[in-house]
């Protein structure tokens, strides 16, 4: 294989006496005898987005290590400089289980205290939605958390908060790419820590952060009434075996089942394909626990504990999962409901949904006179809106089609630990009633209309993979559908333009939301097409919405089946495959 000469000349920088000695023989293994990772590694350099990082560990330009990570750091700790003057400057920074999460963790802090910056640095692994508490808690100007989230053991990643708790949205993230951007040598990087600018925190935060979340309980007397439910809880070797179960049990629940075998703490992530509870492989030893016990219900979260899977009984007492649609719903409704009982809701309350996440969660909020606003895909997006608002309306709730969830304003990213304890406090709720999670879901359904969803990932790797996926969007933009499954397409929003096409009246209208690479197609029968590339892993999703009336419980079957039937049709006529 002919390499690219430019590609060549990158690595041999890679050789020089600025790395260390491991770096330069991984670099050299790669030059000799794999010409494939060695492309690979150093096509590009690792483009720190929006969020930040997130990409392979290993060497070169193109992977997460510790060059690439001081890089970024550097970047960000130029650019706070510059914005902030006259005070203290600090940042919080957290980690996950992952392989070299805590290297990169302590590179983040060394780069940062060398800097003059003081550094709020957990003594060991800590729930993303922790860090984004800890932000706020400790007045810090910005955070940093190293996770991958879901993605396969290979990755690691680095994200980026501001003050607010929040993931960077403009015009912050533009200034800190920028400020990255301009590290273009490893000699531009002081690595050389400075351990008094460095403050280790842990189980103080973590008290104060449960404390929080145990004050947005609103059936106390009903946990006391079901505090037995059995319960079967995994962090598929994550950081939410810290603090989930600590959070149940403060809430109240007493029989608290765990899987021994996921409690360990292991990036490799050794008894699941992948450690994402979207996927139900996931959640199958939980399950099978469950099973044995006679459990109630199961709940899994990601390595970060950031997003959370939960499986309940059906009415043939068999194990379901709900996706994260249907749990958001649920989870809106059971908030709403109490929020209205104890007059909590007095005409400026409202929650958050991304554009993605099914509309059955706005029609709830309608029902209860509550305004839902819908944002971007990701929930910095939903964060920020809770700042747009917070000194004139009151935050109930957010929600995403991709497992996370969040109530109250202290926390301003999604948060597992405190959805684990509104998941729970809702299935008392439920068995009060004399009612299962799926009752719960079809009275919603029967009141407010069948909505299903489907999501189709399509992954393409790679430098190849990257140019397949754009021309897949510019073909779905300059070409779009006409109709879907039957119903004409009349609305055809381009986030990327910022423009809407209102194909029947061939008006043009403008889109009041940030840029971004999304297509939306509506149809004239409320179904929705959403179609984009993820911003953290090498694929193209398309989510499909479609909904029917529901007029009686006995129906259930065949209404999904038809819902079901039209999905896969609009699939078929998009060629996704």
């Not at 550097?74 to 290297?103: H, M, T």
């Not at 273009?184 to 952060?209: A, L, M, Q, W």
């Not at 990036?267 to 016990?293: Q, R, Y």
Request: one cysteine or more.
């Amino acid at each position: 294989m002919n390499i690219d000469r430019q590609i060549l000349e990158k690595a041999q920088i890679w050789l020089g006496d600025k790395y260390d000695e491991e770096t330069r023989r991984q670099v050299q293994y790669l030059i000799d005898n794999d010409t494939h990772e060695l492309v690979e590694s150093f096509y590009r350099t690792l483009e720190f987005g929006t969020g930040g990082l997130r990409g392979i560990m290993g060497v070169g330009s193109n992977r997460m290590n510790k060059y690439t990570v001081g890089m970024a750091t550097q970047g960000l700790a130029n650019y706070l400089k510059k914005e902030i003057e006259n005070e203290e400057i600090k940042v919080a920074i957290a980690y996950d289980c992952r392989n070299n999460s805590n290297f990169f963790a302590k590179i983040a802090s060394s780069v940062l205290s060398a800097n003059g910056i003081t550094v709020y640095l957990f003594d060991s692994l800590r729930p993303t939605p922790e860090l984004s508490f800890a932000v706020r808690h400790f007045s810090c100007h910005s955070g940093i958390v190293i996770t991958a989230s879901h993605n396969p053991k290979e990755y690691n990643g680095y994200k980026v908060y501001w003050a607010d708790g929040g993931q960077i949205v403009a015009p912050h993230d533009e200034n800190i790419i920028a400020e990255v951007n301009k590290i273009v040598d490893i000699d531009e990087v002081d690595f050389c820590e400075n351990p008094n600018k460095i403050i280790i925190t842990g189980d103080d935060i973590d008290n104060i952060y449960l404390d929080k979340l145990h004050s947005l309980s609103l059936s106390p007397e009903i946990i006391r009434k079901h505090s037995d439910i059995k319960i079967v809880y995994t962090p598929l070797h994550g950081t939410g075996v810290k603090l989930v179960p600590q959070i149940l049990r403060r809430l109240g629940f007493t029989n608290i089942i765990n899987v021994p075998e996921q409690d360990i703490n292991d990036g490799n992530f050794p008894t699941v394909l992948s450690p994402n509870p979207e996927e139900s492989s996931a959640l199958k030893m939980a399950i099978d626990k469950a099973i044995g016990e006679n459990a109630d219900l199961v709940m899994a979260t990601d390595p970060d504990a950031d997003r959370v899977g939960i499986a309940v009984r059906n009415k043939n007492d068999e194990f379901v999962l709900l996706n994260g649609n249907q749990t958001a719903a649920i989870l809106t409704y059971y908030l709403l409901t109490k929020w209205k009982e104890k007059n909590l809701l007095h005409g400026n309350e409202y929650i958050v949904k991304t554009i993605v996440t099914s509309n059955l969660i706005s029609e709830i909020a309608k029902k209860f006179n509550v305004e839902c606003f819908d944002v971007l895909t990701g929930f910095k997006y939903i964060a920020e809106k809770i700042k747009e608002n917070e000194k004139t309306k009151k935050f109930i709730a957010g929600g995403e089609e991709s497992y996370g969830f969040l109530a109250g304003e202290f926390v301003r990213d999604k948060d597992a630990v405190m959805t684990c304890g509104i998941i729970a406090e809702t299935a008392a709720w439920a068995k009060d009633k004399g009612k299962t999670f799926i009752d719960l879901l079809l009275d919603i359904y029967l009141e407010f209309g069948f909505f299903k969803e489907k999501l189709i990932s399509l992954t393409r790797k790679g430098k190849t993979g990257v140019e397949e996926i754009q021309a897949m969007m510019h073909s779905y933009r300059t070409k779009p559908p006409r109709s879907l499954a039957g119903s004409d397409v009349i609305f055809v929003h381009d986030y990327q333009t910022s423009e809407t096409s209102d194909v029947k009246n061939g008006l043009q209208l403008k889109i009041n939301q940030p840029k971004s690479n999304v297509l939306q197609f509506i149809t004239a029968d409320g179904t929705v097409v959403s179609v984009r590339p993820s911003g953290t892993e090498p694929k193209i999703k398309f989510y499909v919405s479609a909904c029917e009336h529901l007029n009686n419980a006995d129906d259930y079957n065949n209404i999904s089946t038809a819902i079901d039937m039209k999905i896969q049709k609009i699939i078929d006529e998009l060629q996704i495959n």
